[in-house]
C-alpha cells in the first residue's frame, strides 16, 4: 500500500513539473492585442480575411457571381464526430434521387471538425458521395489514433497519437482530389476550413481551393495539415502547428486544433455583409452531424458522467448558435435556408467518439432515407427559436 501510494505522489510531483514543459517557443504576431483586448474586432468583421490576406467578403462575390445566372448555393457542414455519418449518408441520398432538383455542385462549401472531412468530397460533388460514405462506413477508433505509453502523458500534447487518422487522409484525399478542388476554385467556386489557433484563441478561416492551386505535393501536405488540424479535438488529439503569412507580409506559426471549440458550424465571420451580392433565391443549406438539444436523461452523481454530460451541453449550445445565427443571417439576406438534422426520434448519444461501426451504419442509412425522401424533409426554419422566426418575418415585411 505504502509502494502503490509513493508511486503516486511521484507521478503527481512529476506532472505538476514537468506537465507545463512542452518546449515551444511563441513569436507572436507584431498586431497581436494587448492584454485584456479582443483578437477580433466585432465592428470590423467585415474586413476579416483568409489565411493568406485576401478580404473574405471580396472572395464569397467572386464565387457568388460564378455562381450566375445559376441561383448561388450554399452548404454549411457541421461538427459532430463520429455522427458525420448521418451527413454523408444524406449527401448520398440527395445525389441518388431520381430527376433530383439539386445538383449538388454547391458554389460554396464550409466544414467544421467532422464537417471538414465531409467538405472536400461535398465541393467535389456526387461523384465523390459514395466515396465519402464509405469513408465513415468503414472508420474505427483504430483508424483515428493509437494510445500512447502511460508516462509519455507527462510530456505529450495529448493523451493519443493521431498518426492512423494522418495516414488515412493521406491515402484518401490525394493529389488528384486536390488538383480538381483547384480547378473549381479557378471556376469561382469556393472550399473553407475553419480551425481554432489556439494561441490567438481565434477561429482561422482556410481558404482550401487557393491552396491546392499550387497542385504539387507540397500543397497537398499542407492541404493534410489543415484537415488533421481542423479534426484535433483538443486534450484527446495532438495540436497541429501551422506556419503561414498574415496580411501584413510576416511569417506566422500559430497552434491549430478543431474550429467547432468556437463554432460548431461557420457563416457569419464571412457572410454577414453579402448585400446585393446574393439574389432573393439563393439557397442555403445547413447540415448538422448530430441532434439540436440534448434531451432527458438521468445522469449518475459521478465525474464522468457528470463532465461528459456538461461538455455535451456546452456543445449543444454552440450548435444551436451556430444554426440561429446562420438562420438570422440568410433571413435578413432574403436567403432560403433549408435544415437538416438528426430526427430527435433516432435513439443515440448527442455527441460521442466511440466510431461504433453499428452506430455509424445506422446514421448512414437514416440520413440516406431521409435523403431520398419526397419530398426532402428540410425544416425552413430553426427549432426552439419561434420568437426568432417572427424577427425574421418582420424583416422580410
Given amino acids: 500500500m505504502r509502494k502503490r501510494f509513493a508511486f503516486f505522489m511521484i507521478a503527481v510531483i512529476a506532472l505538476a513539473v514537468f506537465g507545463g514543459c512542452g518546449g515551444r517557443t511563441c513569436v507572436p504576431p507584431t498586431a497581436a492585442p494587448a492584454i485584456g483586448q479582443k483578437w477580433l474586432d466585432p465592428s470590423k468583421i467585415k474586413e476579416m480575411k483568409t489565411h493568406s490576406g485576401k478580404s473574405l467578403r471580396e472572395v464569397i462575390k467572386v464565387a457568388v457571381s460564378a455562381a450566375q445566372p445559376d441561383l448561388p448555393e450554399i452548404l454549411i457542414l457541421s461538427g459532430g464526430g463520429q455522427n458525420g455519418a448521418f451527413g454523408a449518408g444524406f449527401l448520398n441520398g440527395l445525389a441518388q434521387r431520381t430527376g433530383s432538383q439539386y445538383d449538388l455542385n454547391f458554389d460554396i462549401v464550409t466544414g467544421i471538425s467532422t464537417g471538414a472531412l465531409q467538405a472536400t468530397f461535398a465541393f467535389l460533388g456526387p461523384d465523390y458521395y459514395a466515396m465519402l460514405e464509405a469513408f465513415y462506413l468503414n472508420l474505427s477508433l483504430g483508424d483515428i489514433f493509437v494510445p500512447r505509453f502511460f508516462l509519455s502523458l507527462l510530456w505529450s500534447d495529448s493523451i493519443v497519437d493521431s498518426a492512423p487518422l494522418r495516414a488515412l487522409l493521406e491515402n484518401t484525399i490525394t493529389l488528384d482530389m486536390i488538383e480538381e478542388v483547384a480547378q473549381a476554385h479557378e471556376d469561382g467556386r469556393r472550399l473553407f476550413i475553419g480551425t481554432l489557433d489556439l494561441d490567438q484563441g481565434g477561429l482561422v478561416v482556410w481558404d482550401m481551393g487557393e491552396i491546392a492551386q499550387g497542385r504539387n505535393q507540397q500543397a497537398l501536405e499542407k ?159 430553426p427549432p426552439f427559436a419561434d420568437d426568432f422566426v417572427d424577427i425574421c418575418t418582420k424583416l422580410q415585411n
Fill in 223 to 381: 492541404y493534410h495539415e489543415i484537415l488533421m488540424a481542423a479534426t484535433a479535438v483538443p486534450v484527446l488529439l495532438p495540436p497541429v502547428e501551422i506556419d503561414y503569412t498574415l496580411s501584413s507580409g510576416e511569417l506566422y506559426k500559430g497552434l491549430h486544433v478543431d474550429g467547432g471549440l468556437r463554432e460548431n458550424l461557420f457563416f457569419r465571420h464571412f457572410m454577414l455583409d453579402l448585400g446585393e451580392s446574393v439574389s432573393a433565391n439563393a439557397r442555403l443549406f445547413v447540415i448538422v452531424n448530430g441532434k439540436i438539444g440534448l434531451g432527458y436523461s438521468c445522469i449518475d452523481a459521478h465525474w464522468v458522467p457528470i463532465a461528459e454530460r456538461t461538455i455535451n451541453a456546452s456543445l449543444d449550445e454552440t450548435t444551436f448558435n451556430g444554426v440561429l445565427r446562420t438562420y438570422l443571417i440568410a433571413c435578413s439576406n432574403n436567403m432560403e435556408f433549408k435544415l437538416m438534422r438528426i430526427p430527435d426520434d433516432v435513439e443515440m448519444e448527442v455527441y460521442g467518439y466511440t466510431f461504433d461501426s453499428a452506430l455509424m451504419q445506422m446514421l448512414i442509412e437514416k440520413g440516406k432515407e431521409l435523403g431520398l425522401l419526397e419530398p426532402v424533409p428540410w425544416e425552413e426554419n
